[in-house]
């Protein structure tokens, strides 16, 4: 148990659905994150928030859309995706943003997502 | 583009033997380096962050820097079946956002 707790952990959609992951950390911390895994690539971060304000988007399609309502709450919205996307997507916290000495972060069990 | 390059493996290493896991990375400005570790089907976890040059040793676990070099690598003393896993290398660029590796996937052999 990480403190970083993500739902649902698998989810199969249509490309016509819309969806959503909901993350949720309780660790106090004030950055969060969702990145996405493949197989045998790197992890690819997509999104970054720093008290609840988004400081990074890296090219991500606007298929997925994030919300970050609070500092604890973190969503991945999902709509008319491609089977491409499939993969797992990871959401993670750190109590400062990003790679700083120290500065750990954690990571959520993950959500398998299927896009048939 | 600023990369951070493992070998995939799989690293098949003896129980009880040093297991070496090697990363370079391509940006002389990082200054702080993570290893994680991920189960099949579960998320990364922390093992060891280094940021000064040379040996920092934790239990089982030496991270090693070499920053003129540009690498980095995890050493496992001992190694157990439960070590086997995929570790991936974490890398900071100048923003702090951390670049990360495609992993090595490590095999303990009892």
Same mark, same amino acid.
């Given at each position: 148990?990480?403190?970083?707790? %993500?739902?649902?952990?698998?989810?199969?959609?249509?490309?016509?659905?819309?969806?959503?992951?909901?993350?949720?950390?309780?660790?106090?911390?004030?950055?969060?994150?969702?990145?996405? %895994?493949?197989?045998?690539?790197?992890?690819?971060?997509?999104?970054?928030?720093?008290?609840?304000? %988004?400081?990074?988007?890296?090219?991500?399609?606007?298929?997925?859309?994030?919300?970050?309502?609070?500092?604890?709450?973190?969503?991945?919205?999902?709509?008319?995706?491609?089977?491409?996307?499939?993969?797992?997507?990871?959401?993670?916290?750190?109590?400062?943003?990003?790679?700083?000495?120290?500065?750990?972060?954690?990571?959520?069990?993950?959500?398998?997502?299927?896009?048939? | 583009?600023?990369?951070?390059?493992?070998?995939?493996?799989?690293?098949?290493?003896?129980?009880?033997?040093?297991?070496?896991?090697?990363?370079?990375?391509?940006?002389?400005?990082?200054?702080?380096?993570?290893?994680?570790?991920?189960?099949?089907?579960?998320?990364?976890?922390?093992?060891?962050?280094?940021?000064?040059?040379?040996?920092?040793?934790?239990?089982?676990?030496?991270?090693?820097?070499?920053?003129?070099?540009?690498?980095?690598?995890?050493?496992?003393?001992?190694?157990?079946?439960?070590?086997?896993?995929?570790?991936?290398?974490?890398?900071?660029?100048?923003?702090?956002?951390?670049?990360?590796?495609?992993?090595?996937?490590?095999?303990?052999?009892?």
């Amino acid at each position: 148990e990480t403190g970083v707790t %993500q739902t649902p952990r698998h989810l199969v959609m249509g490309m016509t659905n819309k969806k959503s992951l909901k993350c949720e950390q309780h660790l106090g911390h004030n950055a969060m994150y969702w990145y996405k %895994q493949s197989a045998k690539k790197p992890l690819e971060l997509m999104f970054v928030y720093n008290f609840k304000e %988004q400081t990074e988007n890296n090219s991500v399609p606007s298929r997925f859309s994030p919300e970050c309502p609070n500092s604890s709450h973190l969503f991945l919205h999902l709509h008319t995706l491609q089977p491409e996307d499939s993969a797992l997507y990871l959401c993670a916290s750190s109590q400062d943003l990003g790679g700083r000495s120290g500065n750990t972060i954690y990571f959520g069990e993950g959500s398998w997502l299927t896009v048939v | 583009q600023k990369e951070v390059e493992q070998n995939s493996g799989p690293l098949s290493v003896p129980e009880g033997a040093i297991a070496s896991l090697n990363c370079t990375y391509s940006d002389r400005g990082s200054q702080s380096f993570f290893w994680y570790r991920q189960y099949s089907g579960k998320s990364p976890e922390l093992i060891m962050f280094i940021y000064s040059n040379g040996d920092k040793e934790d239990g089982r676990f030496t991270a090693q820097l070499n920053k003129a070099s540009q690498y980095v690598s995890l050493l496992i003393r001992d190694s157990q079946p439960s070590d086997s896993a995929t570790y991936l290398c974490a890398v900071n660029d100048s923003n702090y956002q951390l670049i990360w590796g495609a992993g090595t996937k490590l095999i303990i052999k009892p």
